[in-house]
């Protein structure tokens, strides 16, 4: 079987200049660093308590009891052959990974066109915005006596998620009746969360009703595509093991201390050195190929909500030998790559002005797709073009972009995919994982929280007297209102 490659040529300074691309000395001086990263996650990821209590348990998800897969395929199967459409609530990590493989691993056109669809339901995600427009036209088109919902939430408690089934759930009743919960099942935490309750109450009572799917303790949203994702991917006909094969065989490579053996940790180490050394705070994930613009969405999601960080992280080991970690509040760090998805060749006529000509402040990485299961060969008597498969001007619409960056010393890398395969995906899936969690290591941060995302939720809760915000929270908002001048409003 081939495996993804990663091309790293043009991060160094023998393609891109000295001022910009990375010297010997600095892979030197950063080994250390890697060694101690290694060491680190490897203890942590060796212990299961170390490894749920940190947000690590992420990593054995290639490894689960392949009855539980069996399981999730055969509930997807049932639920595929008896709708006609699947909505899919969530937002972040309960949905930019479902979208992600869908637009991945399904045909093109999914929803429009039954034959790729090969029966199988549409597809509509919702809850994973407030824009009330999508969701209206939604509810007024679609037949709820033959729609499924999949209401995805790990704390069962986001707002998004939560007024999204309000809402979906009223218009199910209504024209169901009271077997509506028979077309729900809600993939959230074990045993905490509103959701978990409706849950418990909804199947007390009717066992056919509200089924559930527990999400794995210790795997936080952006880490758990091949735990929540997993039904998503059974109802749209992916072979959930060929995923999972490509991941445990990308966690094997990545598990190697050897920095030009370990693909996850040469990134990381190669991007840090950029970021930090060679100023270049911005990152640029292009792939070449529609399907994988969605997998860029998520990445970014991955990138900016595990390494974007205020405080350092500090660890603490405990008498009994594990560890915890928190947030050294006197080390404000505010560090971070800042991630954009792109895709080629349709951004060559957009922000790749700016990354050949503007601040040479950021980092490119392509995907280049070596295969594509479905080619086009232009009409002959066209010119130049005569004769010539699309696939083959993708690639070298990929490759002219990596020259014109070298060019105007612009730092770049690729992954190459042999195709977009189930096995593949879920190879990239994991060495992003692996990637992020190193740089989480090499930049001091805790890779693994949000504490950031507070922020604007506390501010809506205040806004929307939901009881229970903590005191202290409230008056900090009550302290720090939002400051206008009318004249600033034109
Ligand atoms: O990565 C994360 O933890 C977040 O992006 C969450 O996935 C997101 O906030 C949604 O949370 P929940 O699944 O609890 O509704």
């Not at 392949?66 to 937002?91: C, H, M, W, Y």
């Not at 509509?124 to 509810?139: A, C, I, M």
């Not at 704390?155 to 209504?174: C, D, H, I, P, Y």
């Not at 066992?207 to 799917?213: G, M, V, Y």
Request: positive net charge.
């Amino acid at each position: 079987m081939r495996k993804i490659r990663f091309d790293f040529n043009n991060m160094f300074g023998f393609s891109v200049g000295s001022t910009h691309g990375v010297a010997d000395a600095d892979i030197r001086s950063l080994k250390n660093g890697i060694a101690r990263a290694h060491s680190h996650l490897r203890r942590v990821l060796a212990g299961k308590t170390n490894r749920v209590n940190l947000g690590l348990e992420w990593a054995m998800l290639p490894y689960q009891d392949p009855r539980t897969i069996q399981a999730i395929q055969r509930l997807g199967n049932e639920i595929a052959a008896k709708f006609d459409n699947v909505i899919s609530l969530g937002i972040g990590g309960s949905y930019l990974g479902l979208k992600a493989a869908q637009d991945a691993l399904a045909p093109a056109y999914y929803n429009e066109f039954p034959s790729g669809r090969k029966g199988r339901p549409r597809i509509y995600f919702e809850g994973n915005n407030l824009d009330p427009e999508t969701l209206s036209v939604l509810l007024k088109n679609l037949d709820p006596k033959k729609t499924f919902v999949v209401v995805i939430s790990k704390s069962g408690e986001t707002t998004e998620t939560k007024a999204a089934f309000l809402l979906v759930q009223r218009w199910l009743k209504r024209r169901v009746g009271a077997r509506y919960g028979r077309q729900v099942v809600a993939v959230t935490d074990p045993s905490s969360g509103t959701l978990r309750s409706i849950v418990k109450a909804e199947s007390a009572a009717d066992p056919k009703s509200f089924r559930s799917l527990p999400l794995l303790k210790g795997v936080g949203g952006r880490y758990s595509e091949f735990n929540m994702g997993l039904l998503h991917l059974a109802v749209i006909g992916i072979d959930i093991n060929e995923v999972l094969a490509g991941a445990r065989s990308m966690a094997r490579r990545c598990s190697s201390p050897g920095l030009f053996k370990n693909p996850a940790y040469l990134y990381a180490a190669l991007a840090v050195i950029q970021y930090r050394r060679k100023r270049k705070p911005i990152t640029i994930l292009m792939p070449f190929s529609e399907g994988l613009k969605s997998t860029a969405d998520w990445y970014c999601q991955l990138l900016a909500e595990s390494t974007g960080k205020k405080f350092a992280r500090k660890v603490v080991i405990k008498p009994s030998g594990l560890e915890q970690w928190v947030p050294d509040k006197s080390s404000v760090k505010n560090v971070g790559r800042t991630p954009i998805a792109t895709r080629g060749t349709n951004d060559l006529h957009s922000v790749q002005q700016n990354n050949i000509e503007g601040e040479n402040d950021k980092v490119v990485t392509f995907i280049r797709v070596e295969k594509f299961s479905h080619d086009l060969r232009i009409p002959r008597n066209a010119g130049f073009l005569s004769g010539k498969y699309y696939g083959r001007l993708l690639s070298l619409a990929q490759e002219a972009t990596e020259w014109a960056l070298v060019r105007e010393k612009r730092p770049n890398c690729a992954i190459i995919m042999p195709e977009v395969s189930a096995f593949h995906w879920g190879e990239l899936i994991y060495f992003f994982e692996m990637a992020t969690a190193c740089e989480g290591e090499l930049l001091g941060i805790n890779a693994f929280d949000q504490p950031g995302v507070e922020g604007y939720k506390n501010y809506m809760y205040y806004k929307l007297r939901k009881p229970g915000l903590p005191p202290d929270v409230a008056a900090l908002i009550r302290q720090h209102p939002l400051r206008k001048k009318p004249s600033l409003v034109i």
